[in-house]
């Protein structure tokens, strides 16, 4: 599950659009990761199509430091190959020697039952999830396959760090 994202300080989604009602600071403070979905309203568009488009701007802008934020010390090493362009799985490495990896999975589309290859810098055991508002994240394995609900929310999948090997 996910959720539609509106400021604290906006009334409606026309409202978080308009040149009048723009407030970057609350969206940097209130955006989470789990925050997919937006309105994009058509008469915030026409009635300042260039504004507009500059504030679409600012709000990917945040998105994107919220996303790096919640990844801290880590960095983006691959995208795994899945079967659909809507389903993501990215192998994330600490970025420095100390840290633990991280698999984060999701999907734009529908939810749906998932098998993701597991990467080989990691054992199957020791494996840990969260859904992006911490709770435990169900799965199980198959082989080397994680089995899951994937969902708009991410699910984060950690080892701990003496189980996984140095090889990046």
């Known amino acids: 599950m996910g959720c539609n994202f509106i400021p604290s300080t906006a009334i409606n989604q026309l409202e978080m659009w308009q040149k009048e009602t723009w407030d970057s ?7 989470g990761f ?3 979905r937006v309105f994009l ?3 915030a568009y ?9 504030r679409m701007d600012a709000y990917l802008d945040l998105a994107v430091q919220t996303m790096t ?14 079967s659909s362009e809507d389903d993501y799985a990215l192998w994330c490495v600490p970025a420095a020697e100390k840290g633990t990896p991280c698999l984060v999975v999701w999907t734009t ?3 749906h039952r998932l098998r993701v290859p597991l990467p080989e810098e990691v054992p199957a055991a020791g494996l840990s999830a969260m859904n992006g508002y911490g709770q435990p994240q169900a799965f199980s394995l198959e082989g080397r396959k994680l089995r899951l609900k994937a969902e708009p929310l991410p699910a984060y999948f950690r080892w ?9």
């Open 41 to 43: 309203h058509d008469l």
């Open 46 to 54: 026409q009635q300042d199509t260039e504004g507009f488009l500059k």
């Open 25 to 31: 600071k609350t969206i940097d403070r209130e955006l």
């Open 69 to 82: 934020r919640q990844l801290a010390g880590r960095r983006i090493a691959r995208r795994i190959p899945l």
């Open 34 to 36: 789990n925050d997919m």
């Open 109 to 111: 589309g529908e939810a």
């Open 160 to 168: 701990p760090a003496e189980r996984h090997s140095k090889k990046r």
